[in-house]
């Protein structure tokens, strides 16, 4: 058994644990973006329309932003390496059969699998570490790694599948699979059992089968109404009716959490300041970049005539700041706060969208795309791994499962959302300049961004107020 750790060195099995869940949590954040430089190519190769073209990522993205709560929960209460495992399984069987079949209707239905099991295995992963290592400066180390490893992942998969689609568009399904197979044998290897984690011992908690229902059904219904208004409309009846049918089960999960005796989700999670900030956070932070990286892909290969690679490579620069500075965001975050550094990366995030506000059709690399990107990586950089640290920090280890489910649903959610409106923008332009198009879908980036910051720097004043309770100066209300 891996006992908790608190401080000083970790041995080879404690290294090679987090190794396993960073593995996964890398593919998982690699598989939302690395389709996107491929779609081209699976649109000729299957025949594909534009509307069913889409689902290859929107469906993706149902399966996980609508089951993540209900895979946060489900770890905690079944136990969370065995819910990691088999849903690391699922992951690898589906990532083959996405790389062989030749009918697109299939190809969706194995990366909405695909997305399932992403659900169950980012808030299991999570909550592992959580619970192994020790609230303060050993949690803050290993969480700064972990969340290292899915901003690489997720900033470097254009990069990846540009290289991987220039040999065919199979390899970017089939190269997560050996990956998988590796880490789930590590898995069985490495991340033994814990007694707390049997799941006899866990019965007595119970299981809110309506709220798991209710709130599961809410989220689905969200992300299938936003990711289909583009096309349907926003006005629309399937779209208003869609909508309005989240809004209600919302609702009857909100009841039912106040009154069953084991809620899916403890509503007083919710009370907390810093939560919430942070949940509010990755909504922007992750929502605000799906919709810049359309609007890229966009703008750089059907407006530039850029190949895969060269979109790929103008990536790069984010992609490699995250990877290599994330790691080190837990001795920052140890020395000066993880609201100071959610600050800071809400302004670099701003910025980054305002330097691509001035695409034109001949953008300089070392005036226009290099900055903006660089930006772009140190918003992630900063902001991702405290916005993780910051939404556990303080939650039971009986809950760390549910805590890191909101945080990881917010995201996905967020995404679809502003993918949704920075799509239904950029569609709807009548303006004669296709570059008007591009700017006004960046700007709704850059004012998600801005709204982002001003939420960040609410989170100072409770920076300030602990630091005049340590000096005993007068504290008239507690942020």
């Known amino acids: 058994m891996i006992p908790p750790s608190t401080e000083g060195r970790w041995d080879a099995r404690l ?28 649109q000729a190769d299957l025949g594909l329309s534009t509307d069913s073209l889409q689902w290859v990522v929107s469906g993706y993205v ?17 136990g969370r390496r065995r819910v990691f495992l088999a849903a690391l399984a699922v992951f690898a069987v589906a990532s083959l059969l996405g790389g062989l079949v030749s009918d697109g209707t299939l190809l969706i239905a194995a990366r ?38 899915g901003a690489s992942g997720f900033s470097l998969g254009l990069v990846i599948s540009g ?30 059992k814990r007694p707390e984690e049997r799941p006899e011992e866990r019965a007595e908690s119970g299981h809110d089968l309506v709220g798991a229902v209710t709130i599961t059904a809410s989220m689905l219904l969200l992300v299938f109404a936003v990711v289909e208004a583009p096309e349907a409309g926003w006005g629309s009846l399937r779209t208003v009716g869609s909508l309005l049918a989240a809004a209600a089960l919302l609702a009857a999960f909100v009841v039912t959490e106040r009154r069953v005796r084991h809620p899916l989700v403890r509503l007083g999670i919710l009370r907390s300041g810093p939560i919430v900030r942070a949940n509010l956070g990755l909504v922007i932070l992750f929502g605000s970049y799906v919709g810049f990286q359309f609007v890229a892909m966009q703008y ?37 706060g993880t609201a100071r550094l959610i600050v800071v990366g809400s302004a670099a995030l701003a910025g980054g969208y305002a ?21 772009l990586g140190v918003a992630f950089a900063l902001s991702f791994p405290s916005l993780n640290i910051q939404a556990t920090n303080g939650v039971a280890d009986d ?49 998600l961004a801005l709204a982002g910051l001003v939420i960040a720097l609410t989170g100072l004043r409770g920076v300030r107020t602990a630091a005049a309770e340590r000096k005993g100066e007068p504290v008239l209300e507690a942020a």
């Open 15 to 42: 290294w090679a644990a987090l190794a396993v869940l960073c593995a996964v949590v890398f593919l998982d954040a690699l598989d939302v973006s690395m389709v996107g430089v491929a779609l081209p190519s699976i």
């Open 62 to 78: 149902l399966g996980y932003g609508g089951l993540l709560l209900l895979g946060g929960r489900t770890a905690d209460l079944l």
């Open 112 to 149: 909405f699998v695909k997305g399932i099991s992403a659900a169950f295995t980012a808030p299991a992963a999570l909550s592992i570490i959580t619970t192994t290592f020790a609230e303060g400066p050993a949690r803050n180390r290993a969480l700064s790694i972990f969340t290292a490893s």
């Open 163 to 192: 290289l991987l689609t220039e040999l065919g568009w199979r390899w970017t399904f089939l190269m997560p699979v050996p990956v998988a197979v590796v880490a789930l044998v590590a898995a069985l290897r490495f991340l033994p």
């Open 300 to 336: 750089f290969q059907n407006f530039l005539h850029w190949s895969p690679l060269e979109t790929a490579l103008a990536f790069l620069p984010a992609g490699l700041l995250v990877a290599v500075t994330s790691t080190k965001m837990g001795g920052l975050a140890d020395r000066f």
């Open 355 to 375: 330097f691509f506000l001035r695409v034109d059709g001949a953008p300089d690399l070392a005036t226009l795309v290099i900055p903006g990107m660089v930006l």
């Open 399 to 447: 809950e760390q499962g549910l805590a890191s489910g909101l945080l990881n649903t917010s995201g996905q959610v967020g995404g679809a959302v502003v993918l949704a409106v920075v799509t239904a923008v950029l569609t709807s332009s009548t303006s004669a300049d296709p570059l008007d198009g591009f700017r006004a879908a960046i700007a709704v980036s850059g004012v």
